[in-house]
């Protein structure tokens, strides 16, 4: 069995997740996962367990932080959600 790095449980169903960069992490649930490996919003400091929005390299949970905290860069960004085809 493995233990998992956020909560030490030991799981017969851990799992490992390996990022981009090499890092190998091992986890008993995605809750453990996500409160490890999300990136935080800049503005809000929510994690991003969603899509977010990255402007200048920084992580944004939503197109509203981006624009409250990115200036002219962040002004340009949209949010889909709502947004129907012609």
């Not at 996962?33 to 929510?46: D, F, G, K, T, W």
């Not at 200036?71 to 340009?76: F, I, K, L, S, T």
Request: glycine share 10%; aromatic share 8%; hydrophobic share 40%.
């Amino acid at each position: 069995m493995a233990s998992c790095e956020v909560c030490g449980n030991d799981y017969w169903m851990a799992f490992e997740v390996r990022t981009v960069s090499g890092d190998v992490h091992t986890f008993d649930c995605f809750e453990c996962a996500a409160h490890r490996l999300a990136p935080i919003c800049e503005h809000c400091q929510v994690k991003i367990v969603g899509h977010g929005v990255e402007v200048s390299g920084r992580f944004f949970c939503c197109a509203h932080c981006a624009r409250a905290q990115e200036g002219a860069q962040g002004a340009e960004i949209r949010d889909t959600v709502g947004a129907r085809p012609a």
